[in-house]
């Protein structure tokens, strides 16, 4: 029985060892939410506290003491409602400026972020490194380095998750999505994905790992040779035929892509749209619903014939070309 | 009070057994036998509901999962939300104490419109029974949030009969919520003004024009969602056009009000115990009387704080932060309140108000730690965790189950005319308070480690606190069958009540327990505040 | 009691109120109530249609131009008769005219009802349903913009096919206001269930002039407008 005790005792304890009360901080914005959680949980300890101990102190000196007693009716000062409506305002105003300032500046990804490219499908992830490597439910990512992940689904909503460094974004079907993180320290950190996508949701999980910037450059380096992602992105572009249409001598069909991305462009409808990655997406998809002036819509749909992760290389080429023009151009 | 005279001798009918007989129940046009009706059916939910959560935590017991596929998992999780949302919280007080109270408290003979009032509850089990097919045959495993495109193109489950079930549903609680808003304004006695009504009624009249307002968006919303399944014509498929969020946005203008639709009630039930409880007037009556209503009226702007991480405009964000912070400060001064009623009253610990405390304390957490998901900051860490899980179990159970629980054992002598063992009660209301936390309070720690939602299976290394919640589901499991036990036990065998065991204030205390068919013998002519325990020093 | 309370009064006074008046009262509100609900059932397809429209504007317009709008602007006319015959028969009501006047009107109102269903139905859907029009049933509308058109059908149909249900509830409750005029039910003091019906006849009326201009007359129907 002793024994019995001693050893439910001693997996308990080893239970308690496995069992962490926060998780890990590996990544630049991690300790600021974390501070911002532990004001919250402060707040939250110090208001229930209050409350209980009001409530029990009451419970105990004004309990029934006669069962015909009456409780003495007391009148409603004015000042105690201010004071309890306003103390919460105040609080709670503080708590929108502190979160918010914080969301705003946590949402920006620094200019210089190396972009790694994420397409969610039932039920694992697929992501693809610029440089070429693709991989399934693993992220390599140099420790020290801005990381910006553009992401897009395949089919229903998922949400990609990397509770160690305190960010989360919904992967939506039809569009792109972007989150960014730095890591600070190298590690192996969960991924989770966090929308329910059905029968497998709880299997579509990863492992982030963060590695000093030598062992990732061995890393990348290692494995099969792949071309880079715009190198692909070139092949489907001659493969479907693009350059004739789109190239500088192909007279005026269509607008060349050279130098195209990042820029400002104006619509038939006068309005000026940025050419971005979900615009591209869309010219490719629904060219109809893409009006340049000075061109006639005569591009055919290309859905149902290049698929997401095609789409993300032909963008990593459209994006390329404008960098080549420029060294072109020198 | 006008009828506050005893009458020497009762004349033994009342609602109860006026008539006899499966028709007399079936057809009855009495708001308080209907009242019964609803009760019988959300218990059956509730139970069914319960039983989902039991098997639910069973499973996870163990990080590969101790008994079922993923599959099943997804279907029982899916079930207990949806009966328990659909089927069980939204009607819970509303429809059984709401149907059963509002015209005894504002001395009427009865709603305003009684057939309105029957049809409702076909409604309704129209719309379980529609909901209960479908977890039968073959169930349902989108969630109770429905999103697509995974509900409208890749599940393979019955999600159109369960929609059905919720669109049907839906038109009970908006012929309740117009039912009772036309009662509230129309049929007060004479003397009844409005600053003078409980603040119950304050709740249900809050609670329904959410009713009114919310339900059609919900119900043309599942409508569309039923077409894009059956006609696959693309309204949430973003490969021709659609929007899935479009979806969510409509939802959410529904189902964050329904969280207040779950919680007003409770809110008005706990006024009432407080103040029965502790021998006096609410403090501040009219900030608890409008705290609801404008708790009702922010409801509707917040629903975009579901939608954080979705990719929403970064201002969008901000505004849907701000004004969910917004929604904290009447629930803040609705507890300061309650807790300063109690200052200088005369309390007793009877089972009720055992209640009505373990409600302020969780919903106090429950309203606490919905800061860290209005924060933006910490939302996009806790949003689809079981950080938010465990929240809204504080509110959704904590506070409106708790509530409902302080609310059924209150009037339940009034209900029935017998007394129930208050020892059992108070025993039951400990075990549930301490069940309910330790199945809950883990999952905040769980969700902020970061483990998602709506999984089967988990990384190991969060075993320790799912254990811990699952053991505490299964004392929270037994804590509810008591009372079922000795509520039956009651009807039979417990010594009669009279009119006001309680010794409370209100005009469903004047009249007889069980109540006669008409409420009343005559219409009461009211000349005084509520909750006025100054004016009589004698109680029963 | 109770039976006594539920069924012997005349003039279809409920036990539960205290008078004829406030039972007018409550009838009046509760059907305000229903309207503001039936705006927000109506309000959430408006609300995704017009989402959909700005993020689909050509397409709509195409769609638009498919409808046959001379049937649609002749069903608006039926229905603004019908709503001026129905205040004829409650005014007739009210002034204590004959039972055989308030029939008269109630009835021509049911006539342009199922005149206004009528011409839906036959000019309309059928005459779609011909060309292929109708999404998820019958499709082969292949032109310019075929997925936005797809979506723009889509709502038509639905917006239009709830009001529809709501013009035959219209018709049903019409139908019994005759039995119950022709059984002498109301009076100049008691016709509070054909006033309340009127308020849901007009309400189903101005939704459907709303109907009308969003889905018939967006983006210019004639050249050069």
Not at chain 2, 29 to 53: E, P
Not at chain 2, 156 to 172: D, E, N, Y
Not at chain 2, 372 to 377: V, Y
Request: aromatic fraction near 16%; charge should be neutral.
């Amino acid at each position: 029985m002793m024994g019995f005790l001693q050893s439910g005792f001693d997996s308990l304890a080893a239970m308690a060892a496995m069992m962490p009360l926060q998780p890990p901080a590996a990544s630049t914005i991690a300790n600021s939410v974390d501070q911002l959680y532990l004001m919250l949980s402060g707040i939250t300890i110090f208001f229930s506290v209050l409350i209980f101990s009001i409530i029990f102190y009451f419970m105990l000196k004004y309990r029934r003491k006669s069962p015909n007693e009456s409780g003495t009716q007391t009148h409603t000062p004015m000042s105690l409602e201010l004071t309890w409506t306003i103390i919460p305002s105040l609080i709670c105003v503080g708590l929108f400026v502190w979160s918010s300032s914080l969301y705003v500046r946590n949402g920006r990804p620094p200019a210089s972020s190396t972009e790694i490219f994420v397409i969610g499908k039932q039920w694992m992830w697929h992501l693809q490194h610029p440089e070429g490597p693709r991989e399934i439910n693993e992220l390599h990512v140099p420790v020290g380095v801005p990381v910006k992940l553009t992401m897009t689904s395949q089919d229903v909503i998922h949400d990609f998750y990397i509770p160690a460094f305190r960010v989360k974004k919904d992967v939506l079907p039809g569009r792109y999505s972007s989150i960014w993180f730095q890591p600070t320290e190298t590690g192996t950190f969960h991924l989770f994905c966090a929308q329910y996508c059905g029968t497998n949701h709880s299997e579509m999980i990863g492992w982030v790992y963060v590695m000093s910037p030598t062992d990732y450059a061995v890393w990348l380096a290692g494995g099969e040779k792949t071309e880079s992602m715009a190198a692909q992105g070139e092949r489907l572009y001659s493969q479907f035929g693009c350059g004739n249409c789109h190239s500088p001598e192909a007279g005026s069909h269509a607008p060349s892509l050279a130098g195209i991305y990042g820029k400002p462009q104006k619509m038939q409808s006068g309005e000026t749209r940025i050419v971005d990655e979900a615009l591209i997406r869309q010219a490719i998809y629904f060219p109809n619903s893409v009006h340049l002036p000075n061109y006639q819509s005569i591009m055919p749909t290309y859905q149902g014939q290049i698929d997401e992760e095609q789409m993300l290389q032909l963008i990593a080429y459209v994006k390329s070309l404008g960098s080549e023009e420029r060294m072109n151009g020198k | 009070m006008s009828t506050s005279q005893e009458k020497p001798v009762e004349s033994g009918v009342n609602y109860l057994n006026a008539t006899y007989g499966i028709r007399s129940w079936l057809l009855t046009l009495d708001h308080k036998r209907i009242g019964l009706l609803y009760l019988g059916s959300i218990t059956l939910m509730f139970f069914v509901g319960g039983m989902a959560a039991v098997l639910m935590r069973l499973h996870l017991t163990e990080p590969q999962g101790a008994l079922f596929e993923p599959e099943t998992y997804n279907k029982l999780f899916s079930t207990h939300g949806i009966i328990m949302v659909f089927f069980f919280l939204v009607p819970s007080i509303p429809a059984t104490l709401g149907n059963f109270l509002i015209p005894l408290m504002i001395g009427a003979r009865d709603v305003a419109f009684p057939k309105l009032n029957l049809m409702s509850w076909y409604i309704f089990i129209t719309g379980a029974a529609l909901a209960l097919y479908a977890t039968l045959s073959g169930g349902v495993d989108t969630g109770w949030t429905f999103y697509p495109p995974y509900s409208s193109l890749y599940s393979h489950t019955q999600v159109v009969a369960v929609a059905l079930g919720v669109f049907v549903a839906g038109f009970s609680s908006i012929l309740t919520g117009l039912n009772f808003i036309v009662t509230i304004h129309k049929m007060r006695a004479p003397g009844m003004t409005w600053f003078r009504l409980p603040l119950f009624i304050w709740a249900m009249y809050a609670t329904s024009l959410i009713f009114v307002l919310g339900t059609p968006v919900i119900a043309i919303t599942l409508f569309l969602l039923g077409m894009e399944r059956i006609l696959h014509v693309g309204i949430f498929d973003p490969s021709v056009g659609g929007d899935p969020l479009l979806f969510q946005h409509l939802f959410w203008f529904y189902s964050h009000p329904a969280v207040y639709i779950m919680i007003l009630p409770g809110m008005g039930v706990v006024s009432e115990l407080i103040t029965a409880f502790s021998r006096k007037k609410i403090f501040g009556y009219a900030f608890v009387a409008f705290s609801s209503l404008s708790i009702a009226v922010i409801s509707f702007v917040v629903w975009g704080h579901h939608m954080f991480v979705t990719g929403q405009s970064i201002y969008a964000g901000l505004v849907f932060s701000v004004l969910s912070f917004l929604v904290a400060i009447p629930s803040a001064v609705k507890v300061f309140n309650w807790t300063a009623t109690l200052y200088k009253g005369s309390i007793s610990y009877e089972a009720p108000m055992l209640y009505a405390l373990g409600f302020i304390g969780l919903f106090t957490i429950g309203g606490l730690t919905g800061l860290f998901l209005a924060a933006l900051a910490t939302d996009v860490h806790l949003n689809g965790t079981y950080f938010i899980v465990a929240h809204f179990h504080y509110v959704m159970v904590g506070g409106a189950v708790m509530a409902y629980m302080g609310g059924l054992h209150f009037w339940w002598p009034k209900i029935t005319g017998r007394l129930y063992p208050d020892l059992w009660a108070r025993i039951a209301a400990a075990i549930i308070f301490i069940g309910f936390n330790l199945t809950f309070f883990p999952q905040f720690v769980l969700g902020y480690l970061g483990m998602p939602r709506r999984y089967a299976i988990y990384p190991a290394e969060f075993q320790v606190l799912n254990v811990m919640s699952s053991a505490g589901a299964s004392i929270l499991g037994i804590g509810y069958i008591i009372p079922l036990v000795y509520f039956i036990w009651s009807m039979r065998y417990g010594p009669p009540a009279g009119k006001n065991p309680w010794g409370a204030k209100g005009l469903e205390w004047t009249t007889q327990s069980p109540p006669l068919t008409q409420n009343f013998e005559e219409i009461p002519i009211v000349t005084e505040d509520a909750y006025n325990y100054a004016s009589e020093a004698a109680h029963v | 009691m109770s039976e006594l309370a539920h069924g012997a009064h005349p003039q279809g006074f409920a036990h539960q109120f205290e008078d004829v008046e406030q039972q007018r009262d409550a009838g009046r509100l509760g059907m305000w109530v229903f309207l503001v609900t039936e705006i927000l059932f109506f309000g959430g397809m408006f609300a995704s249609y017009t989402i959909y429209r700005a993020l689909h504007y050509e397409s709509f317009v195409t769609g638009s131009h498919l409808l046959k709008v001379r049937f649609g602007a002749t069903n608006t006319y039926v229905l603004i008769g019908s709503s001026l015959t129905m205040a004829l028969a409650i005014r007739a009501a009210q002034t204590g005219k004959k039972k055989g006047q308030i029939i008269f009107w109630l009835i021509l109102t049911m006539i342009l009802g199922a005149a206004f269903i009528g011409i839906k139905l036959h000019y309309e859907w059928f005459r779609d349903y011909q060309e292929g029009l109708i999404p998820g049933v019958q499709w082969f509308y292949n032109g310019p913009h075929a997925p936005g058109v797809k979506m723009f059908m889509c709502f038509y149909f639905f917006m239009t096919g709830l009001h529809a249900i709501h013009m035959v509830a219209g018709l049903g409750i019409l139908t019994v206001l005759v039995i119950m005029t022709a059984r002498n039910k109301f009076s100049p003091e008691y016709y509070a269930p054909l006033e309340i019906s009127g308020l849901y006849w007009h309400f189903v009326d101005i939704v459907w002039i709303f109907l009308f201009a969003l889905l018939y007359l967006i983006g210019g129907r004639y050249p050069g407008s």
